[in-house]
């Protein structure tokens, strides 16, 4: 089946270390975003990326980092630099170009703790 | 920037009663308008779209919104709720490459 996967499920990240939460889909999308959840605060955009080797900051960048060698992969970094990253991570997927489609395809997401 | 918002953090049903969850929009331009819903930890999943045309929009699970253009209104709603309905939903609006999401509305239904 045709779809997102996110890794791992729980995470948990000493103080001052960098993780790395992995997104991969099968879906042949050409945009690729991540997303963080808080309560009460709706989902934030932290990067995304429309194509191979090119990506863009969103809202809520600093302290994150990313890469798009493929395609089909769009691993995002937690930082050191990052002073709250506890939270629930979404990455999500969708054709270019294609404003008449679903919309976003979400993964299962990642839930991040500082311990 | 094209941006939606939803009034209510929460809302309560009883089984078998209508339910309605708020959503208004703030475009320029024609909106492309979207709900999600979204179970415990678990990703987010598509339920209907607004692009163009009829203005009821009929969706998954029984759902559907009424897009209101005079009130810049996108209101979810669902004739008779269940109790697997209880979860949290989003409204959200295309804007260029991205998409932006309202602050999402917990709806509980009770038995």
């Known amino acids: 089946d045709g779809g997102i996967t996110q890794s791992p499920k729980y995470l948990f990240r000493k103080e001052g270390q960098n993780v790395t939460l992995s997104c991969e889909q099968n879906l042949n999308h050409d945009a690729m975003y991540w997303y963080r959840q808080d309560p009460g605060q709706g989902l934030r955009l932290i990067y995304y990326s429309q194509i191979v080797n090119d990506f863009q900051k969103g809202d809520i960048a600093e302290g994150y980092s990313v890469s798009r060698e493929k395609k089909e992969s769009f691993p995002l970094t937690v930082t050191s630099a990052q002073k709250n990253p506890t939270a629930f991570y979404l990455c999500?997927?969708?054709?270019?170009?294609?404003?008449?489609?679903?919309?976003?395809?979400f993964g299962s997401g990642t839930r991040l703790t500082v311990v | 920037a094209q941006s939606v918002a939803q009034p209510e953090d929460q809302v309560n049903v009883a089984e078998g009663n209508p339910l309605t969850v708020k959503c208004t929009y703030s475009v320029s331009g024609n909106p492309y308008l979207f709900w999600y819903v979204q179970y415990p930890n678990r990703g987010l999943q598509f339920l209907l779209k607004y692009i163009t045309g009829d203005n009821l929009v009929k969706g998954s699970y029984g759902f559907e919104a009424e897009f209101n253009k005079s009130q810049t209104s996108f209101h979810l709603k669902k004739p008779s709720a269940l109790v697997s309905d209880s979860a949290l939903y989003f409204c959200?609006?295309?804007?260029?490459?991205?998409?932006?999401f309202g602050a999402g509305t917990r709806l509980t239904v009770k038995p």
């Open positions: 959200a609006v295309r804007d260029n490459n991205d998409m932006r």
């Open positions: 999500a997927s969708k054709p270019v170009g294609d404003i008449q489609s679903y919309g976003y395809t």
